[in-house]
Structures are given as C-alpha cells and as structure tokens.
C-alpha cells in the first residue's frame, strides 16, 4: 500500500527509516492491543479498563512512543477514553469461531522474498474454511489491498484460500467483505512480484525510486530530504 502511495517512501520504510509517531497511530495500536486481549483473555470490566490499557502500553513497547509525543499525563487519559469508546462498540461484534487474534502469516519464496503480515483475527466458518478481518479504528478507507494480501499469505501458508476477507470500521461501522478468487490472488502475487523487481533493479542500478507526492507525505520519513513532499506539504499547511 505505502508503495503504490510512493515508491521512494516505501523504500525508506523497508531500510527501517520511519516516519514520525502520531497520535491517531498511538491509538490505533493501543485499541488493538486491547481488543486483542479480550479475545484472548476475556471481557474487560469498565473499573479495570484504564489499568488494562496502561498494561498494553507498558508490555508493547508504546511507553517509548509516549516520549516521542510528549504526551501528557491529561492527554494520555483523553485517549484512554477514546478507546474505551471504541472497546464498548467492538464487544457488540460477534464473536463466534474465533480462533487468533494478532495472526502472523509468512511465506518464503524460491527466490527468498521473505513475505510476512499480521491478520487482527481469524475466524473458522460454519461451513468451513476461514475469514480474515482487519479492525480500523478510523474510517474505513480502502482496505482491498491490504487484505487482499492477507488472503494470499494465508493461501501460501494455509495452502488454502480464505472463505471471505473483512474490514471493520470500529468507530464508523462501515465494514467491506470480499470473497477472494484463486485469479484475484494470482494478481496480487503479480504485482507483489514487480514491486521487488522494481525495487531490486533500482538497489543494484544506484536508481532513484519514482516519488508520488500526496496527503501521505506528512508522516514521510525523508520528507526534509524531498523536494516534491515540501511542495505538497507546503500546499497542504
Ligand atoms: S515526501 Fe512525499 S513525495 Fe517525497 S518521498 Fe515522501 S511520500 Fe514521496
């Protein structure tokens, strides 16, 4: 997804440069490390929620985060809260053959392109086979992309292709459902494969990766480096 937004940044990102934390990120992480828990763990109780998400911040490493924000004891409570909103609307989401929260999926190719993810849950189906959802915990979006990679790493892993994939808006309750095709996997291994083709003539030619400016480049890693990105975010100010 970052690479089809901009290739250059999505470069950045796979040498480990990242771009600045944010606030709506901190939050999104927390809120799924607690939905997380009370899929493992069980509901949480109203009294024990602050201490629950102070625990997720501590075990998950968000505590660094908090630093680099420069986050308030006051604001840290305002998102806490915020949270909590989003915790009551998912406890109403049904429950019903969950069987992982947190799902890691990874394939190795023959050519040693390591592919790796990590699905919010699997659920196995009534009529068998498995479905795949992904959480938002802002708006929707445009999740077929993400999730179609979901479903292919799950077919290479599971050597089977999942009944339906799934995006879950906690806080909108928009939700998008697909049912992958075997051709809509082969497309997506497709492009999966020009991206590192693209990305390994540009390593081994000292080429500079296309750059594509948009609203995304506010949270770019190299945006002080890139002209165009100042552009953008000059325009956006
Ligand atoms: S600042 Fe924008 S255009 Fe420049 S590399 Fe980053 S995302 Fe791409």
Redesign the pocket.
């Known amino acids: 997804m970052a690479w089809k937004?901009?290739?250059?940044?999505a470069n950045?990102r796979l040498q480990g440069v990242y771009g600045p934390d944010t606030k709506p990120a901190f939050l999104g992480t927390l809120a799924h490390r607690i939905f997380s828990r009370h899929l493992d763990d069980g509901p949480i109780s109203p009294d024990d929620f602050a201490q629950a998400c102070r625990e997720e911040i501590g075990s998950s490493g968000l505590n660094y985060k908090m630093a680099g924000l420069e986050m308030k004891p006051s604001v840290l409570n305002g998102l806490i809260e915020e949270v909590r909103g989003l915790y009551e609307r998912f406890v109403n989401l049904p429950e019903e053959g969950f069987e992982g929260s947190e799902v890691e999926l990874e394939h190795l190719t023959d050519d040693k392109i390591q592919l790796v993810g990590k699905v919010d849950a699997v659920y196995r189906e009534d009529l068998g086979g498995h479905r795949l959802v992904d959480w938002k915990t802002g708006e929707l979006g445009e999740p077929e992309d993400q999730l179609m990679f979901y479903a292919l790493l799950w077919a290479l892993q599971e050597e089977d292709v999942p009944s339906y994939v799934e995006a879950i808006s906690v806080r909108t309750g928009e939700r998008y459902r697909t049912v992958p095709s075997t051709a809509d996997l082969q497309g997506v291994a497709e492009e999966v494969a020009e991206l590192v083709n693209e990305i390994r003539t540009a390593w081994s030619s000292h080429q500079e990766l296309p750059?594509?400016?948009?609203p995304?480049?506010m949270y770019?890693?190299?945006?002080p480096d890139?002209?165009?990105?100042?552009s953008?975010?000059a325009l956006l100010d």
Not at 5 to 9: A, E, L, M, R, Y
Not at 211 to 214: I, N, T
Not at 220 to 223: T, V
């Open positions: 937004k901009c290739p250059d940044s950045a750059k594509k400016g948009g995304w480049c770019c890693p190299i945006l890139c002209r165009e990105g100042q953008v975010a």
